[in-house]
């Protein structure tokens, strides 16, 4: 419980800052078993969203928790965002630590197209 709170006291700091910067914001949230992306607006809006729970991205599904699902994740958040004219967002690891499955999604990103 308390790497729990400590890690969402981290993640409302990063995010004010975030928000403060009038960017769009690209938000990681992980569990032990899936991973989930979204895109915002400025304004708060959801635009687009990635995660191991669709069946067209994730083949095999039970290995969802992993970095090589990650990389997946991170080039079809990028392909989406660019769709919708997206090209630089502001990365909101959610206090989550840089590395792993976090790092993987933002690298897979920047390699796709997209300006962290």
Not at 14 to 27: N, P
Request: hydrophobic share 35%.
């Amino acid at each position: 419980m308390k790497n729990r709170l400590a890690r969402l006291k981290s993640a409302k700091k990063i995010r004010s800052k975030i928000v403060s910067s009038e960017k769009h914001r690209l938000t990681v949230y992980k569990t032990a078993m899936h991973t989930y992306v979204q895109l915002f607006s400025p304004k708060g809006e959801i635009i687009a969203s990635a995660s191991t729970l669709e069946k067209n991205i994730i083949k095999n599904k039970s290995h969802t928790g992993n970095i090589e699902t990650a990389k997946i994740i991170g080039k079809v958040i990028a392909e989406r965002a660019l769709e919708k004219n997206v090209k630089e967002v502001a990365f909101d690891r959610s206090g989550f630590n840089y590395h792993g499955r976090v790092k993987a999604i933002a690298e897979s990103a920047r390699e796709n197209g997209l300006k962290l």
